[in-house]
């Protein structure tokens, strides 16, 4: 059974946000987006937020992507991790660099996301956290995706390795909010304290 070392703002934290990021976050000129290849999972809400601003949208999109009825799949998802209770995906096409990959429609030739473009208000909740999961009343780093995305991920390789609370504070922050963002960071002190005194 899995142990939970603390909950904050009713999210069990996973011992993966106290370790080390291999680095500094992502340089988008170098990982091209790479975490947007699979497209995203978003509440209905945004959805419709996203389709009634079409016409400021479409113009940051490639032509064959501007079609708004071609923006979401017709798949849903009954869950509470959407403040709605449903989720829709992003619709997703070939990767014009890789075509055996599939890439978000709102990820650009350029690799930035046509929503926060248009309006950085537009860009999906999960987008701007991640690497920071929020899910299944968990609050997790994406252990996952790398090894999906040929072992691309948020992290340039620089040393010394630094704190993941520290390399994506901005995200945890969103999260959380600042006040319990520092509880966890508190929380993560005591934590080395403890190591320490064991040692």
Known sequence: MKKTVISIANLDVDESVFGLSRGKRCELGTCKGGCCRNG?????????????????????LPPVRRNAADWFDDERMDHPDFPTGVGVPTA?????????????????PDALCALQVA??????????????????GELTLDKWSPDELDGSDCQQACTPPQPILDVFEDEFVRILGRENYERLKAAAAGREAGEAGEG
């Open 40 to 60: 995203v999972w978003v509440d209905s809400a945004h959805r419709d937020r996203v389709l009634a601003r079409a016409a400021e949208i479409a113009p940051h």
């Open 92 to 108: 997703v096409y070939p990767d014009p660099e890789d075509s055996t990959l599939d890439t978000c429609v709102f990820r650009r």
């Open 119 to 136: 309006d950085p208000e537009l860009k999906p909740f999960d987008c701007y956290t991640y690497p920071i999961l929020r899910s299944e």
